[in-house]
């Protein structure tokens, strides 16, 4: 019957649970299912800076995903966000275009989506001063 609640995060590219944007066309994005997918670099790097403290050696190169299509299918979704890097990040997944080219953004299709978020995550992005949401 699908997932009551779907707890997400959300990198760097826009990913969600390691749903990088597609190299390429993507037809329905938003219907890709769970499946076993190559980590972008910038996941990669991400993971390697939040995660690790640097050690590339612990992050695998593949991994599996919770796909795109059972996110979207979850009665709700909350997102926690908690790192001054998402300042910028939330702003555009729920304000931007909805867009494979940033995952996150299809969050603002779905009925039902709380936020929690730190004040690091919050406050507004120093390269976007004038920026009010």
């Given amino acids: 019957g699908g997932a009551d609640l779907c707890y997400a995060g959300m990198g760097l590219s826009g990913h969600l649970a390691f749903n990088d944007p597609p190299e390429g066309p993507a037809s329905d994005f938003s219907a890709a299912p769970t499946r076993r997918v190559v980590l972008s670099e910038v996941t990669r790097s991400q993971i390697c800076l939040a995660g ?18 059972e996110i979207l299918a979850a009665r709700r979704l909350h ?53 009010r949401v």
């Fill in 52 to 69: 690790t403290d640097g050690i590339w050696d612990t992050i695998p190169r593949r991994a599996m995903t919770v796909g795109m299509r």
């Fill in 79 to 131: 997102f926690t966000l908690l790192r001054t890097w998402h300042a910028g990040l939330w702003r555009r997944a729920f304000f931007g275009p909805v867009t494979a080219e940033f995952p996150a953004s299809f969050a603002q299709q779905h009925p039902n989506v709380r936020v929690t978020m730190t004040a690091q995550a919050a406050r507004i992005p120093a390269s976007h001063a004038s920026l």
